[in-house]
């Protein structure tokens, strides 16, 4: 089993709609998590950290379940840019074993 | 533009060559890692530095791959005797100190052949 899984998706869905993806942890050891966003051929970028109380960033709110070992990523009021791969990562603390990222769910936004 | 740089963006590369690319983290990181990233999969963990130390470098593929970080600011990889298998994208990113949140240069996409 994967130490981060994600459905990989493809998630089709109308521009407007909102959509939420979950992605799953096993290492009961990781600390921090952070969402990435990931357009096709480049880098993956920042797009949220998430804490034990949650975030949110504008359209964009992340939760964190440890009793589960799940994190969640909602994105409401989708836009066509927002079409991309959105990519978990997990650290385990101290920063040593760089973070753990699942495979990546691909998001689709339709007109 | 202050972000984390990266050189080559691109490498071909004939089987049996070796490849070193290099990266230039954000100046205020003193974390630096690097990560390979092949098709449909997410970034895989490499090697880790902080300042000019090595802390982590169980998790390179082999030992034909090497990094180093000599004055604690820029990081180089190199890969030896390149294989077909090798070929991927090579990201690295940097972090500050007491964050594991890492920012991501633009890659080094290598192709073997």
């Known amino acids: 089993r994967k130490e981060v899984e994600q459905d990989p998706g493809p998630f089709n869905v109308p521009e407007g709609a909102t959509v939420a993806f979950n992605c799953t942890y096993s290492n009961s050891a990781s600390q921090s998590f952070f969402w990435y966003r990931q357009d096709c051929r480049k880098e993956p970028k920042l797009l949220m950290s998430v804490y034990s109380s949650g975030n949110e960033d504008g359209r964009f709110t992340a939760q964190l379940n440890r009793a589960s070992q799940y994190i969640s990523l909602l994105i409401r009021d989708s836009k066509l840019s927002d079409s991309a791969t959105y990519l978990c990562g997990a650290a385990s603390g101290g920063g040593a074993d760089g973070l753990t990222f699942g495979k990546g769910t691909h998001l689709i936004i339709q007109p | 533009d202050t972000g984390v740089s990266q050189d080559p963006r691109h490498k071909i590369t004939k089987r049996g060559q070796n490849v070193t690319f290099r990266c230039d983290p954000i100046?205020?990181?003193?974390?630096l890692y690097w990560y390979r990233q092949t098709l449909g999969q997410g970034p895989e963990f490499l090697t880790y530095f902080q300042n000019e130390a090595q802390l982590e470098k169980s998790r390179l593929l082999s030992d034909r791959f090497s990094a180093e970080r000599p004055k604690g600011s820029f990081s180089t990889l190199e890969i030896q005797r390149t294989e077909q298998g090798d070929s991927a994208m090579y990201l690295c990113?940097?972090?500050?100190?007491?964050?594991?949140?890492?920012?991501f240069g633009q890659g080094t996409r290598l192709t073997v052949v």
């Open positions: 990113a940097s972090s500050p100190q007491r964050s594991e949140a890492a920012f």
């Open positions: 100046s205020e990181h003193n974390r």
